[in-house]
């Protein structure tokens, strides 16, 4: 599960934020004050912990490299009453597991032959009585600090997919997809965007690439006895995505059938000048249809899941606040848990504080998720443990089902010691999962 909404987005930030203004702010020493004088009335943290409560912790995939990490892991979260892990599987279009389908990452190597940090996490999860799901980053498929070395990844073989941003619309219209100088200023503009833009993203668009994704996650179920999946980075990454070639193309065989001969006149004529004639002119369609792919992507890769493995649990992170959503990320949740589209879902909290904006925005998701459960994806780089023992506090209040600490390897890495992962489970969980 780094700025809001994707939870490796907030593990981006979150380091990058780190915890300088923490060791020197004092309204955050009062803060942690408030927060150990609620610890110790029974306030926060131990206070209203809902039986059955998922206590999750986020793996990322650089943290099951090996056969002794992976095992470090599992006994780590066992240990802190952790019951279930969202282990990252797919992490910037490379797998950490043993697909058919998608090639694995070359940091695997390193471990040998025969190693599959998948199949030895469910083995000593299990065995350890902790749930394992299966993350999945979907959109996002690699990030801004290096591209990836092998040539048969995903944005070397279908460049197509990729998103493109309205600043490059014009630039790319006449350069072919295939040509190097393709990917090449599609990568100078993302790092330079870097603060907004995580990396690449693959559209949703595409029905190439939904099948694609589709026979990942198939393959994916198929092999593991997964106990759930859950899919992140599951959106646009601004609204200004995507205005690539084939997207306007395929806008365009939408919209023409929905309009009037005049409007359809007029969109032909500006479009000899302006490549982005058809979302200009018809913007409430192009929302609705770049939101509507989205959805029918989330649909479709739960119904893999659930055609294969029908007791697994199928879950997303979303942004936090339904507007928010539509508007920054084209992301319509609202119609995701409405129509009961996935079994549980993960706002990012991340780094925000415990205050009445979140507690309103935990409160909307909680009363339009209705029956579904909803899990705070919570970040803890930024934060004292007082701190993230506020945030939970006000994620039982609101009702929530579970938490979801975001995420191992910032707990367990200086500045942090070696019992704070520990620690910080004591203080948020009662003893035991």
């Given at each position: 599960?780094?700025?809001?909404p ?23 020493v ?10 110790m ?27 002794q ?63 394992v ?9 690699a ?13 070397y ?5 990729l ?19 393709y ?54 990454p ?16 939408d919209?023409r059938?929905?309009v ?24 409430d ?7 509507s ?15 294969i493995?029908?007791g ?18 084209l ?6 848990v409405?129509?009961?589209?996935l ?29 579904l459960p ?13 701190q993230t ?8 209040r609101?009702g ?34």
């Open positions: 599960m780094p700025h809001l994707a939870l490796t987005r907030h593990r981006t930030r979150s380091r990058a934020v780190g915890r300088e203004t923490g060791a020197t702010s004092l309204s955050l009062a803060l942690a004050i408030v927060g150990l004088t609620l610890l009335a029974g306030g926060v943290g131990a206070q209203s912990q809902p039986v059955g409560e998922i206590r999750a912790l986020l793996v990322p995939a650089r943290s099951i490299e090996s056969a990490a992976v095992n470090r892991m599992v006994q780590a979260a066992a240990q802190a009453g952790f019951n279930t892990l969202l282990v990252e599987v797919r992490g910037r279009g490379q797998a950490y597991f043993r697909s058919g389908v998608e090639a694995m990452s070359p940091a695997l190597g390193r471990a040998g032959d025969e190693f599959d940090p998948l199949a030895q996490t469910l083995v000593e999860a299990h065995e350890a009585g902790l749930r799901h299966a993350l999945v980053q979907v959109n996002l498929v990030g801004t600090d290096g591209l990836p070395a092998r040539r048969d990844h995903l944005i073989q279908h460049p197509e997919w998103m493109v941003p309205r600043d490059l619309a014009a630039d790319l219209r006449t350069v072919d997809v295939r040509d190097p100088d990917l090449g200023r599609l990568v100078r503009w993302t790092r330079q965007q870097r603060a907004t833009v995580e990396g690449l993203y693959v559209s949703p668009l595409h029905q190439g690439m939904q099948t694609y994704l589709a026979a990942l996650v198939s393959d994916l179920a198929r092999q593991y006895e997964l106990d759930g999946v859950h899919f992140d980075s599951v959106q646009y601004t609204p200004d995505f995507d205005v690539s070639r084939g997207a306007l193309a395929l806008f365009k065989a919209v059938g929905r009037d001969a005049d409007a359809r006149a007029e969109a032909d004529v500006l479009e000899r000048i302006d490549p982005l004639a058809y979302p200009t002119l018809f913007p369609e192009w929302n609705r249809f770049r939101q792919r989205l959805t029918a992507l989330v649909t479709r890769l739960r119904n893999v899941v659930r055609s493995r029908p697994t649990v199928v879950s997303a992170s979303v942004t936090l606040g339904s507007e928010r959503a539509q508007a920054e990320h992301q319509d949740w609202r119609t995701w409405s129509n009961g589209f079994d549980a879902v993960a706002p990012v909290v991340g780094s925000r504080e415990s205050t009445p904006a979140l507690d309103a925005e935990l409160s909307e998701i909680r009363a339009l998720a209705g029956t909803v899990w705070a994806g919570i970040g803890t780089a930024a934060r004292t443990t007082a023992a506020l945030v939970v506090d006000t994620a039982r609101r929530l089902d579970g938490l979801l600490l975001l995420s191992y390897d910032s707990l367990v890495s200086p500045p942090n010691t070696s019992d704070y992962l520990l620690t910080l489970a004591r203080t948020v969980f009662t003893p035991g999962p």
